[in-house]
């Protein structure tokens, strides 16, 4: 087969980087072309993404990656947040981050209107004040002028999609995450959202993951799975489908892929999400805080003058020793920036334990933290689709950390295989390749990813602490 190559486009919350994927038919190659930073900027109290840098560096990368003789482009990004356009098709503001404080109390306001049992049951999606529709919803609490003004919404990969081709759509993964979106219609909530004054005459048409929508310079642009979770559990390596995947990063999503949305009693008690899938599945998972607090700890560190690298913090975690200090990674204090250092001493005091002192036990208590997290998350997951999990498959950036995955084997009581920490890149590029007909189907390409050994096994070791901790958790 001659080698064929696609751009992929995977931004992050702390950095974009645009990919060139060769595939010969037997096997990816990875070429990063150029890597740039996604900066979140504080204007004035609200917190801004740059989404015009973004687009520049987009832009020089995918100039770069022309020499390749691209057959296709395609973009994935995190979920959430969103721009606006006019009635001329120009983007009002730059995009909100979603840490921002203004879903404050939106949660509450929602509620009111629309019980939070019919939220759930009109979009299958777990409770988080970040989600869009709160983001929306102090828009039009507020009565935002931005709203009145706007003509058309695009989640961020569908807005760079636009700026590309001109197209005006949503794409299905990423529109399943807004919580805007009802999977029983298959189509927007739009009953919901017009009793909250939500105006759903600015939502476009939503479009299935390898939709071709266009061109940039005469270049095929191809919808993937553009949230990055989705394309990144569309590269996990499985052969066995009783699977469960934590896609490890920032954030940790804990799920199940699953052929339906589960919108049952058990899934919304256990404030569990329904996203969408590659092929027609869905992705039944938790948010989990995942290594943000490690990541807000580090640069604590940093700005008090003892930088590390993710590594150095593993080794003194693992120096540490077993601290089996349980904080909850989730409470409220942890969403925000800030010294997250200190609120896990504060948090360990606050509920009666003896607070961890070094460096080295901080990130112990929140890498054990985060395996019993999973624990649960997984326990929890497990009751309500009825599907067994014989093995976890962890994927991203976060595979790096060995004695996390160690942890989680060891929480779950069940093998771990960590890998590949490019599975985003990876389901984006195959979904690609399968739209311009050079695979056939998503399990064809995890054949080919599980074939390139590009995992790590991890064993349970045999221990009676991750029951115990289950069982004070549960039943305190």
Request: glycine share 8%.
């Amino acid at each position: 087969m001659v080698r064929k190559t696609v751009l992929a486009v995977d931004l992050g919350a702390e950095s974009g980087r645009v990919i060139a994927v060769h595939f010969d038919g037997a096997h990816f190659e990875l070429e990063e072309l150029h890597r740039f930073a996604n900066p979140v900027t504080n204007v004035r109290g609200t917190l801004y993404w740059d989404i015009l840098h973004l687009w520049r560096n987009i832009q020089q990368g995918i100039e770069k990656g022309k020499a390749h003789h691209p057959i296709s482009i395609g973009v994935d990004t995190w979920a959430i947040d969103f721009g606006l356009l006019d009635a001329q098709g120009t983007l009002i503001a730059n995009p909100v981050m979603y840490r921002d404080r203004r879903t404050d109390g939106m949660m509450d306001v929602v509620y009111a209107r629309v019980p939070r049992r019919e939220v759930f049951e009109q979009t299958g999606i777990q409770m988080m004040p970040i989600n869009t529709l709160y983001q929306m919803m102090s828009l039009a609490e507020s009565h935002s002028p931005l709203l009145e003004a706007a003509r058309t919404f695009l989640t961020i990969p569908d807005l760079i999609n636009y700026w590309m081709t001109g197209a005006k759509v949503c794409e299905f993964t990423n529109a399943t995450t807004t919580q805007m979106f009802n999977p029983r219609t298959n189509s927007w909530a739009a009953d919901m959202l017009d009793k909250l004054g939500i105006p759903s005459r600015i939502l476009p048409e939503i479009v299935p993951p390898g939709t071709k929508i266009g061109a940039y310079d005469g270049i095929p642009v191809i919808a993937p799975a553009t949230h990055d979770t989705g394309s990144a559990v569309a590269a996990v390596p499985t052969i066995n489908p009783n699977y469960a995947y934590i896609s490890s990063g920032t954030w940790s999503l804990v799920g199940l892929e699953v052929p339906h949305a589960i919108l049952n009693d058990a899934a919304y008690e256990a404030n569990v999400t329904n996203e969408g899938g590659i092929e027609n599945t869905y992705r039944l998972l938790k948010n989990v805080a995942g290594l943000w607090v490690l990541q807000q700890c580090r640069a604590q560190w940093e700005r008090e003058g003892k930088p590390y690298t993710y590594a150095e913090l593993v080794d003194l975690a693992r120096a540490a020793g077993d601290q089996h200090t349980i904080i909850d990674v989730d409470d409220p204090r942890f969403l925000p920036p800030g010294n997250h250092a200190a609120h896990v001493q504060d948090w360990c005091r606050k509920h009666g334990f003896n607070p961890p002192i070094t460096h080295g036990e901080i990130v112990r208590a929140v890498l054990e933290s985060l395996a019993l997290k999973y624990r649960l998350t997984l326990d929890h997951l497990r009751q309500i689709s009825a599907q067994p999990v014989e093995i976890v498959h962890i994927v991203g950036g976060g595979t790096q950390n060995e004695l996390l995955n160690q942890l989680t084997a060891d929480a779950a009581g069940i093998p771990v295989a960590a890998g590949p920490i490019e599975a985003t890149v990876f389901g984006n590029a195959a979904v690609q390749l399968i739209a311009c007909g050079e695979l056939g189907s998503i399990a064809e390409a995890r054949q080919i990813i599980a074939d390139m050994n590009v995992t790590r096994l991890y064993q349970p070791t045999p221990g009676d602490f991750w029951d115990s901790a289950v069982e004070r958790t549960t039943h305190p």
